[in-house]
């Protein structure tokens, strides 16, 4: 099985789209996707210095577009790889590239969903002077609790040895100045806390956006880097990106789920490296590859084809859909709620019009996702009623 990974802030270096740009198509793709985000991915992709990207502002939307546009040439043709990847996951801001490579939203959306989440967490890290360090080494309770103890958060527990915490710079001081025993500190060269409290005010803003896009369902089992749930719901992975910006990152989580659903190779987008690292350590045996250069496509075309599979998402649907009949107004049959079970061949309600009532009969049955309609609805044909999880069958096999 094959998982694709996308790294999250901190892994750009100035000039790491240089070589990308001399594929054809490449150049334009990411200009359109600069004119999304309101400023220039080629100029901050190749000339800018490590200063220039590493404001959140401008790195978030950069590691976004080289995700995407380099995904494109990975799988020229987008559709390919539902048929070939297993899984898809991001680190941090990663997952927003993840998220468009699984079919939940478009290029467009996420390119503008990452400018306001760089936005908003630049302007939140300014409000406070905050920041975070690597812990490397220890015992992951030891260190946990020795955060915990000067206010800190552990903010990324990337597994393989590595936390980073993340509070105030006066915390983090005297934090180095105390470490767990058997740990280095180190600190990182970021902007703020990230995934702490502090981060509160752009979750706001980006609950606010997120109400007015639209999304789609997985098409590949997407992994979370919440909890490392694998997440079929496209409002849910919606819903934690928005809320993941305050809230730790759980990568070692997540690459537990790799192992439990069997993968075998690991490739990462650019800015590539940092995760297949961490990789390398936590999953021995698992082949990995970090997607640096087109240099490195013809070894990762050949994973593809060594390792890739249907991640199964296509055959087994993770939910079915009842749409109305015909014009009228709803009647609701019952009083089954959300998480409830519909049995197969029951009737959800009828559409009554002038002349007859319409029976909605769900002939597959399964759980109530998410009602569309309330009782006395008028509805058009074709509207959707309710979305309904298949029950007794595996969606991500």
């Not at 600069?34 to 800018?48: I, K, N, P, Q, R």
């Not at 001081?173 to 470490?179: M, Q, S, T």
Request: hydrophobic residues 45%; glycine residues 12%.
């Amino acid at each position: 099985m094959l998982v694709v990974v996308a790294p999250g802030q901190g892994s750009q270096s100035p000039g790491f789209l240089t070589p990308w740009l001399e594929i054809p198509g490449v150049r334009d793709r990411l200009e359109w996707l600069s004119a999304v985000a309101g400023m220039d991915l080629v100029e901050h992709g190749t000339s800018s210095d490590s200063d220039t990207i590493r404001d959140t502002a401008v790195a978030q939307p950069l590691i976004v577009g080289a995700g995407l546009v380099t995904l494109l040439s990975l799988f020229p043709h987008p559709a390919n790889a539902f048929s070939r990847i297993g899984a898809g996951a991001g680190h941090s801001v990663g997952e927003i590239t993840a998220a468009v490579g699984s079919g939940v939203l478009t290029a467009e959306q996420a390119m503008v969903f990452v400018r306001e989440r760089g936005r908003g967490m630049a302007a939140a890290a300014a409000v406070t002077p905050t920041g975070m360090s690597a812990v490397l080494g220890g015992e992951p309770g030891v260190v946990v609790a020795k955060a915990t103890e000067h206010g800190l958060t552990p903010a990324n527990m990337n597994g393989a040895g590595q936390i980073v915490v993340a509070g105030t710079l006066a915390q983090l001081e005297a934090f180095a100045a105390d470490p767990p025993e058997g740990a280095r500190v180190r600190p990182l060269e970021v902007a703020g806390a990230f995934h702490t409290e502090h981060m509160a005010p752009a979750v706001s803003t980006l609950a606010g956006y997120a109400k007015a896009i639209s999304t789609h369902d997985p098409r590949i089992p997407l992994i979370s880097n919440a909890d490392g749930q694998i997440v079929h719901d496209g409002r849910e992975v919606l819903g934690r990106m928005v809320t993941q910006v305050s809230s730790p990152v759980r990568w070692d989580l997540c690459m537990d789920t790799m192992r439990d659903i069997g993968v075998t190779a690991v490739i990462e987008i650019p800015p590539a490296g940092t995760l297949t690292g961490l990789i390398k350590r936590a999953l021995p045996g698992v082949e990995t590859l970090a997607l640096k250069t087109p240099d490195d496509l013809p070894a990762a075309w050949r994973l593809i084809n060594d390792h890739g599979k249907p991640s199964g998402l296509d055959t087994h649907p993770t939910w079915r859909m009842l749409v109305a009949p015909i014009k009228g107004t709803f009647r609701l049959a019952g009083s089954t709620g959300v998480g409830e079970e519909i049995p197969v061949g029951a009737t959800v309600g009828h559409v009554a019009t002038l002349r007859d009532t319409i029976p909605v009969v769900a002939p597959h049955g399964g759980m109530v996702v998410e009602w569309l309609v309330e009782d006395g609805d008028p509805i058009a044909p074709g509207q959707p009623i309710v979305r309904l999880h298949p029950v007794g069958q595996d969606s991500t096999a």
